[in-house]
């Protein structure tokens, strides 16, 4: 494309381009040619002039470029994006039974070749993240695509994460296509039905990357008394009791998450007397619980991410280990942990090992039984490690 700003790598910077790695840092650019805009295209190239991508370039970020496409012939527009979000969209279908869910995510960002962009569907309305400045330059065009090919009219916007900030974007919320909703959304997943706040809720109104383990932990449940520490609006308590738990306790410290959490109880018909709601820190709850000599034989942790990058895993690992350990001086022999961690910073080998450390201080013995990772509406590519952040563990104190 004759116009198209450059940028140009230092010697020895194109390794990660080479292996498709879609971020190009601040420090690997040598030039910058024909003084690109926020959002602008640039092509990239090695020292040597090499062609290595189409990227969008963000001026106030760190990572000053993000990936559309390493095919020198596939010029990031309209029809590039098309053909993205339909690849996308087709991963879904094979991959996950409509009659599991619809609530799903559609797009996941760099792991689907789009940075910056997330868009879940909830039901008949999506919901969408333009995190880059790229997305935000290519605002109307993507959200078009998105509205055709998910059938969705209703769109709207939850740009409000503090990644748009480091990318030198400002917030941006509210509906932005289609009329209002005149009753509140609901979904259904794994034959549970949830209402979801898409304009207020936690990220965009729902985490839809628990959905198997959260199947999962149901059907472990039977018959257990449990306690649900991070437990949002009822994700795994409603899994649960409507796999049989005996109890479950369920511990967060928002007010909304856990008044929506009590609605999506009663509009399952599961009984109340077998939940229990707490709004508390749950760092500061599993300590009280012990000292009122509490003991349950299922516990579920999933609390919100610690470590964001690696340069906060030791603070993370700290935190982690905390809740861990004391949750574990509550589960009775024979008990069923499932703990999770969403922190990109924190690798599934260090998760382990803060585990393993727990169960040493606690003075008990873990079996490792299952290990646990997103659902597939949030794929990894290999060559992208940043997508994998979930993992999870179920072990059971011996
Ligand atoms: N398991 C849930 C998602 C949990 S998200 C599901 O399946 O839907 C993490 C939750 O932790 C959020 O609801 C947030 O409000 C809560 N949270 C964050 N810090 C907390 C703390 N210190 N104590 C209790 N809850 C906390």
Redesign the pocket.
């Known amino acids: 494309m004759s116009g198209t700003p450059q940028l140009t790598l230092k010697p020895g910077r194109e390794r990660s381009l080479l292996r498709r790695h879609p971020w190009i840092f601040s420090g690997a650019i040598a030039e910058v040619h024909g003084a690109p805009q926020s959002g602008d295209t640039v092509d990239v190239r090695a020292a040597d002039d090499r062609f290595l991508a189409w990227a969008a370039y963000s001026p106030a970020s760190q990572i000053r470029a993000r990936v559309w496409s390493f095919e020198e012939t596939e010029i990031p527009g309209p029809d590039l994006f098309a053909k993205t979000i339909e690849a996308a969209l087709a991963l879904r279908r094979a991959e996950i039974p409509a009659e599991r869910t619809n609530a799903l995510r559609l797009v996941h960002g760099e792991s689907d070749g789009l940075p910056g962009l997330v868009a879940d569907r909830y039901a008949d309305t999506l919901v969408v993240q333009l995190l880059s400045a790229g997305c935000g330059k290519w605002r109307d065009t993507l959200i078009g695509i998105l509205r055709e090919q998910s059938g969705c009219a209703r769109v709207q916007e939850r740009s409000d994460t503090e990644g748009r900030e480091l990318e030198g974007l400002a917030p941006s919320t509210g509906l932005i296509a289609g009329a209002a909703a005149d009753r509140p959304l609901e979904i259904v997943e794994n034959d549970i039905r949830y209402e979801v706040d898409v304009a207020a809720g ?1 990220k965009t109104g ?2 839809l990357d ?1 959905r198997d383990n ?1 199947a999962r932990v149901g059907l472990l449940a039977d018959g257990r008394e449990m306690l649900n ?5 009822g ?2 308590t409603l899994s649960a009791l409507a796999r049989g738990a005996r109890s479950v306790l369920s ?4 007010g909304p ?1 856990l008044e929506l959490a009590r609605r999506n109880l009663a509009l399952n018909g599961l009984e109340a007397g077998r939940a229990q709601w707490l709004e ?4 500061g709850a599993l300590r009280t619980l012990q000292r009122e000599g509490r003991q349950f034989d299922f516990v579920v942790l ?3 991410k610690f470590a964001p990058t690696p340069k906060d895993a030791e603070r993370a690992a700290r935190g982690y280990k905390d809740i861990n350990l004391n949750a574990l001086k509550l589960l009775r022999r024979g008990g069923l942990l499932a703990t999770f961690s969403c922190s990109g910073g924190v690798s599934s080998e260090l998760f382990q090992k803060i585990l393993a450390g727990a169960a040493a201080d606690a003075g008990v013995s873990l079996l490792l039984r299952e290990r646990y990772r997103a659902a597939p509406d949030h794929p990894v590519r290999i060559e992208f490690p940043e997508g994998e952040y979930l993992k999870g563990l179920l072990l059971e104190r011996r």
Request: proline share 8%; aromatic share 24%.
């Open positions: 936690q729902f985490y628990q959260r520490g991070f437990c949002y609006t994700g795994f511990i967060d410290s928002s998450a508390a820190d749950v760092f999933d609390p919100p």
